[in-house]
């Protein structure tokens, strides 16, 4: 087990009204021989600044102080940017909570791993114990969950504070949306669409009078965490809106050719679903690159890698709908339109993941 803290490796701790805890948390860092700590104080109370005074008289400590709370992300942000500005030997960084929920330990194990490969390594927790709060242990279930089906990003700890950080990743990391809790959500994504690796590093599982110090605010933090995916979700619902319905006038207008045997059933499928994905696709491109993916990549890339994807996707989802229509001698009633919704609903997941991963995939 690593004992000292290795060089290089910088200590990272955003902190908004600290408590005893703080201290403590400080005061074994520099027992273990981290030579550099930035602290960033989020706007903290008047009555909790002897804590941060407290952590500078350690020469190895560097407050920085926001005026006003801007959140955990900003936090973040700062102290990268305070690292590439001050710091030109670090090799990286390692991000910890001062509410004691990381024990050094298990500190020292990430910056450890922490490497030149580029890969982010996380101090990931294990949520079967009895100890972990029950929205805790359902909270990460349901976010492994997401992130694993729609992003394709295998975690057993999504949320984790303790995080080693290589010095390469800190301009990317100045560019990740998002000021508060949604920031550690949002670089996970933007780092997965860059083609940036993950490492999990198992660390103890400590929760403290139910977690109670923590900031996190259920609801609104929830949906900030997952506004990426609901934007998604909501580009894909208006392109499916439209896609749908130019589908079903379409297919009801060429019937009549299909009845005069003028033109076959999967020709008649063939001809509504690319009228139909031509209007929609068109929709959800723009949607998707200028809302979703905040203009991520060229435009002309981004636009043929789309268009790439989606032809083939297109005409996937008019030979299955052909097929299972045929199958269930559904003509050109409601229920085709349903088979269809059906089909491109299961390809909406396999779609996330290559928009994601290729499309609007950033340079590193």
Not at 65 to 93: I, M, S
Not at 327 to 340: E, H, M, R, Y
């Amino acid at each position: 087990m690593t004992t000292a803290a290795p060089e290089g490796v910088s200590l990272i701790l955003p902190s908004l009204n600290p408590s005893d805890k703080f201290d403590a948390v400080v005061d074994q860092a520099v027992a273990a021989g981290f030579a550099d700590i930035v602290i960033v104080d989020d706007g903290s109370r008047e009555d909790c600044k002897g804590h941060f005074r407290h952590a500078a008289r350690h020469s190895q400590v560097t407050v920085l102080t926001h005026p006003v709370n801007r959140g955990k992300g900003q936090a973040l942000r700062t102290a990268f940017a305070f690292l590439l500005k001050n710091r030109p030997d670090c090799r990286g960084a390692v991000t910890i909570d001062g509410d004691g929920q990381h024990r050094i330990a298990d500190i020292l194990a990430v910056a450890e791993a922490v490497g030149d490969d580029k890969r982010i390594v996380m101090g990931c927790r294990d949520f079967s114990g009895p100890q972990v709060p029950a929205r805790s242990r359902s909270g990460n279930r349901i976010t492994c969950g997401v992130f694993r089906l729609v992003c394709g990003i295998r975690l057993s700890d999504t949320q984790t504070g303790l995080r080693g950080i290589p010095a390469a990743l800190f301009p990317a990391l100045l560019q990740v949306r998002g000021d508060r809790f949604e920031y550690e959500t949002n670089m996970l994504l933007d780092m997965k669409r860059m083609g940036v690796g993950f490492r999990e590093v198992p660390i103890e599982t400590v929760y403290e009078d139910d977690n109670s110090e923590s900031h996190f605010r259920p609801v609104r933090d929830s949906v900030r965490i997952y506004k990426f995916i609901l934007l998604y979700l909501l580009s894909s619902l208006a392109g499916a809106g439209v896609d749908l319905l130019v589908f079903y006038v379409a297919r009801l207008l060429l019937q009549p050719r299909v009845e005069a045997w003028d033109m076959s059933e999967g020709s008649a499928v063939l001809c509504a679903t690319v009228l139909a994905r031509a209007c929609s696709s068109f929709l959800n491109f723009n949607l998707n690159k200028s809302v979703v993916f905040h203009g991520a990549g060229g435009f002309g890339r981004t636009m043929l890698r789309y268009y790439c994807l989606a032809i083939p996707q297109m005409l996937l989802s008019a030979g299955l709908v052909y097929l299972l229509s045929r199958w269930a001698s559904s003509g050109a009633g409601v229920l085709t339109t349903l088979i269809k919704f059906v089909v491109d609903l299961a390809l909406f997941f396999v779609s996330f993941r290559v928009q994601q991963g290729w499309v609007f995939r950033e340079k590193k």
